[in-house]
């Protein structure tokens, strides 16, 4: 069975061949098919999801690519999706393998907007093999959710009961884990994080002294909580969800440049972060 | 010649983008797409995972600015152009007589990205940030910078 990471190896590399071959000029159209389809075919995964999907279709794909006749080419896309693939799957060998017929060939004789060659081919390659490298990135990021998926259900579950903590909780099923404690780290953070908000809380503009003074009462009770022995979690919620409704309510006005520095709305973000981390 | 404009990033500094490919619109930050130890050729579309030329990923409005200050650029050349040639022709006693009216420039807007309702994901191989609209499960996110996925 494959694994999560082979299919990450062949989604990347199935893309970077995929946009290769859509953004191709008149030089290099005809290797990139070449390039995609050989791909495809070397490919056991990609192989399988195109091959169980079209090898037993009974599709002319000249039904869907009108390409016989003296005039124009044009396309005619079929209302059942396995003929459209079937149909596009074939058309791109069938280039390949005739001697006279070329991507920038083919390309030229359906209707397109542009005069330039580059324009042309990828608009052509747009509706005549997008379809299928759709159908194929589908597959492959659905067969990685499955793998995700499964992955999850057989991780080991851990029941813990846990009372008062104010550090770092790691659990894991089996084995030994070495824990750092980092709560100070935290909470030095948060304080530098506070020292500057709190500082800056007079230059904000066009905001009400009410709703300042409200503000600058939350940040000072969390610094006071944080630095207690015993923060009280209770006191703390309430004032973050005054801090966020501050920073919501308020969130294009926060930005203020001070002497020794400038607080933007991405420290206000980062202490509600912080915050939220060290409360739970 | 150089023409360069600002565009005004969301409160966390991240700019729109949009796929060539799918046309899907992402926001990438505006100091990790610029960072010049850094430099970046292509970008992946974190919806569709195709991947092209960064420029290729700039959005309709960036676009339309750029034409619209190109074009501003030479309105101005050629304004200078013909009022220095009227000057020259509308001499006291001359014959040839030339009448100047300059051109308009065309109207240009300040780019500003909005707060919106994308997610904010952080590759884990790169380390780089990208905001999306995401439904939980429905598809797979990948990474502008190196695209994996997220």
Excluded at chain 1, 126 to 138: E, G, Q, T, W
Excluded at chain 1, 179 to 186: D, E, Q
Excluded at chain 1, 246 to 272: P, Q, Y
Excluded at chain 2, 116 to 122: N, P
Aim: hydrophobic share 35%; charged share 25%.
């Amino acid at each position: 069975m494959i694994t999560y990471t082979e299919l990450r190896k062949i989604s990347l590399e199935f893309r970077r061949l995929s946009s290769n071959l859509l953004r191709s000029s008149r030089d290099d159209s005809d290797v990139s098919l070449a390039r995609f389809m050989k791909y495809i075919e070397a490919t056991p995964f990609i192989y399988d999801a195109i091959h169980n999907t079209i090898d037993n279709v009974d599709f002319d794909f000249k039904q869907c690519f009108l390409i016989e006749g003296t005039g124009g080419h044009g396309i005619n896309i079929p209302e059942d999706e396995a003929c459209h693939l079937k149909a596009q799957y074939d058309y791109m060998i069938f280039i390949l393998s005739e001697d006279k017929r070329s991507v920038s060939n083919e390309a030229f004789k359906y209707p397109h907007s542009s005069n330039h060659w580059s324009d042309i081919i990828q608009e052509f390659l747009d509706d005549a093999v997008k379809p299928m490298i759709d159908y194929i990135n589908d597959a492959i990021s659905t067969e990685m959710i499955i793998i995700e998926e499964e992955e999850k259900k057989t991780a080991p579950s851990i029941v813990q009961n846990i009372g008062n903590n104010y550090g770092t909780l790691n659990a894991q099923g089996t084995g030994s884990i070495v824990s750092t404690n980092n709560t100070s780290i935290v909470i030095n953070d948060i304080n530098e994080l506070l020292s500057k908000i709190i500082l800056s809380i007079d230059g904000i503009t066009d905001v009400s002294n009410k709703d300042r003074e409200s503000v600058k009462d939350d940040l000072e009770s969390i610094q006071e909580q944080i630095n207690s022995p015993e923060p009280k979690k209770s006191r703390m919620q309430k004032a973050l969800a005054g801090i966020k409704k501050f920073a919501g309510d308020f969130s294009m006005k926060l930005a203020v440049t001070l002497a020794a520095g400038a607080v933007t709305g991405a420290d206000w973000n980062l202490l509600i972060q912080k915050l939220e981390q060290f409360i739970s | 010649m150089n023409i360069s404009f600002t565009i005004e990033g969301d409160s966390e500094g991240f700019v729109t983008f949009e796929c060539p490919f799918c046309g899907s619109e992402f926001k990438l930050q505006a100091g990790e797409y610029q960072n010049e130890n850094e430099p970046l050729e292509d970008l992946f579309c974190p919806y569709c995972g195709l991947t092209r030329e960064k420029n290729t990923f700039l959005s309709k409005d960036v676009i339309v600015q750029a034409q619209a200050l190109a074009e501003n650029y030479l309105i101005e050349e050629l304004n200078k152009v013909f009022k220095k040639m009227s000057k020259s022709l509308n001499k006291p006693h001359g014959i040839i007589k030339m009448k100047y009216k300059p051109l308009k420039k065309v109207v240009t807007k300040e780019l500003k990205d909005k707060d919106t309702t994308e997610v904010e994901f952080k590759c884990d191989h790169c380390n780089h940030r990208v905001k999306v609209l995401y439904c939980a499960g429905a598809s797979k996110i990948f990474c502008p910078y190196c695209g994996v996925d997220i």
